[in-house]
């Protein structure tokens, strides 16, 4: 199995094959949702031995970093810093202002540091659930899927080999 994890190459080839993957994806909308679940379950978890993430971060450097409220709560409170003052300074309304949700204002994240997250077991839920390839209802998530393609060298490769093994063909 050729796994890529060139980020470079990555990127690049996420603007080169842009036309490829709305294809892939309008393919893969007709196809039956339990059976690609079940295909890219399991090469995520074969795609998922050849990456190491803490020699990547790069989801942390590319991606809006979301908190829920609750999650600001915890992590003010273990980091022992003043939530008004840290959602003032470091934080920015989502796009259609919901009031639960908080967007980092840095990127890359102001929490990760030599390719790695310095608050752990306090990041908020969808850094943990990222790049979602464990869920169900693959096919009904492919645009976020064909935005993380050039991002996440998982995704990249799930994307790649599900393309091999359900022997599509471009043009
Ligand atoms: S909180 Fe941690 S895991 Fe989430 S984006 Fe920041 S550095 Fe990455
Ligand atoms: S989830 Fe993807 S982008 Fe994020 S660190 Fe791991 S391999 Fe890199």
Redesign the pocket.
Same mark, same amino acid.
């Given at each position: 199995m050729k796994i890529e994890l060139d980020l470079n190459i990555i990127k690049r080839n996420g603007k080169i094959r842009e036309e490829e993957n709305f294809s892939f994806r309008s393919y893969l909308k007709w196809q039956d949702s339990d059976k690609i679940d079940k295909i890219v379950h399991d090469l995520y978890s074969k795609v998922l031995e050849h /990456?190491d %993430?803490t020699e *990547?971060?790069? %989801? *942390?450097m590319e991606l809006e970093t979301c908190f829920q409220k609750e999650e600001i709560d915890r992590l003010t409170d273990e980091l022992k810093i003043d939530k008004e003052k840290f959602i003032k300074e470091s934080t920015k309304p989502g796009e259609y202002g919901e009031k639960d949700k908080f967007y980092l204002n840095s990127m890359p994240c102001q929490f990760l540091k030599d390719k790695k997250c310095t608050i752990y077991s306090l990041r908020p839920e969808e850094c943990n659930s990222? @790049?979602y390839l464990h869920k169900d209802d693959f096919i009904f998530r492919l645009f976020g899927v064909i935005q993380n393609y050039e #991002? *996440? @060298? #998982? /995704?990249y490769n799930v994307y790649e080999l599900l393309k091999r093994r359900l022997n599509f063909k471009y043009k």
């Open positions: /990456v %993430c *990547c971060g790069n %989801c *942390c990222y @790049p #991002i *996440c @060298p #998982i /995704v």
